[in-house]
């Protein structure tokens, strides 16, 4: 089978299964404690999500066959105005698991012409810098570097003692207009969203609103933190995950820093509220909290760094525009 073909629906319970048992890239592997099983199965999660927005894909002939899995995502689709699609998984469907000098680039042109004939206008990947296979792949196959991202991990909420204090309180269904105001006109020029010229700048404030609207009253975040100064609207948030669910499978007890806006006006909240997000998270029972960003948000690096957190790993972030606007 030298053609990319679509999986059908019943071995998509079998493709899901050999990624759960052999996949070796996955996220959180920094995670100190943390089962890989249990971190193969969280990642298989986001990568067969189930229903027909999910497109696995076989690619070569069985002795090299590839496994291919992307995901059209409807949110960010339906916000932006294009079709918008991410490939969650790329692995030999075969031993050995790890080639990284067999790069898959036939077989990721091949899957970027059949979602282009599938409807998809975009494609991004987001790749474990270790992943050397895939992003000798992605480059050959013509797609660009679009973001650097560093997760950072702080291991010891337990015994972690506050710089300071600072009044916060949950954000309310009332506050989101003017969080709505912070998040779209605090611009971080490096995300994924703001990176790329592909998508109409007004579509990604409306977006970026919506994020903070569906984090405080449709279930995006567990919490939603903000200054509590009586009188003022809130000029800065963050958002957070606890994922109590996958702590008994994980063995460790880690929540997430999901997303941080700062309004200029607002200097030196960033650092208040990570502050306090560490206490709100160690609260709820979580002894270990991480975080992404940019390579280039030197603000946050240094607001982290000094709090104790310490780098995880690095992810590579590609794309390629499969239909022009």
């Known amino acids: 089978m030298d053609d990319i073909s679509l999986l059908p629906e019943d071995r998509i319970a079998a493709a899901r299964q050999l990624a759960q048992a052999h996949a070796q890239f996955y996220p959180l592997t920094f995670l100190r404690g943390a089962s890989d099983q249990a971190l193969r199965e969280w990642m298989c999660e986001g990568a067969f999500p189930g229903g027909d927005g999910c497109l696995a894909f076989e690619y070569g002939p069985p002795d ?20 918008i699609a991410r490939l969650d998984l790329a692995m030999p469907a075969t031993a050995p698991f790890v080639r990284p000098h067999e790069p898959p680039q036939a077989a990721v042109v091949a899957l970027c012409d059949e979602l282009r004939r599938r409807g998809v206008d975009y494609l991004f990947a987001p790749v474990p810098a270790r992943h ?4 000798k792949a992605l480059g050959a196959a013509g797609f660009s570097l679009l973001e650097t991202r560093l997760a950072f991990w702080h291991g010891q909420l337990k015994e972690f003692v ?9 954000a309310l ?8 105001d912070v998040s779209a006109g605090t611009v971080n020029a490096f995300d994924r969203f703001h990176a790329e010229d592909y998508f109409d700048a007004t ?3 409306r977006l970026m609103r919506e994020w903070v609207n ?10 939603v933190l903000v200054p509590d100064l009586p009188g003022k609207p809130p000029r800065a948030l963050i ?5 109590r669910r996958c702590w008994p499978a994980l063995r460790v007890k880690a929540s997430q820093i999901a997303m ?7 200097t030196g909240w960033l650092h208040r509220l990570v502050v306090e997000s560490m206490l709100h998270v160690r609260e709820q029972g979580a002894d270990l909290m991480y975080f992404t960003t940019q390579a280039t948000n030197k603000a946050v690096v240094r607001v982290t760094e000094s709090l104790g957190y310490r780098y995880g790993e690095c992810t590579l972030v590609f794309r390629k525009v499969l239909a022009e606007r």
């Open 260 to 266: 941080a806006a700062v309004a200029p006006d607002a």
């Open 239 to 243: 958002t957070l995950n606890y994922h």
């Open 203 to 205: 579509a990604v404030d």
């Open 132 to 135: 050397i296979a895939l992003v």
């Open 64 to 83: 090299t066959r590839w496994l291919l899995v992307a995901n059209r995502l409807k949110w960010d689709s339906d916000w932006l105005g294009r079709q």
């Open 214 to 223: 569906a984090s405080v009253n449709a279930g995006f975040a567990d919490a």
């Open 162 to 170: 506050p710089p300071r204090r600072s009044p916060v309180r949950l």
């Open 173 to 180: 269904a009332a506050d989101v207009p003017a969080l709505g």
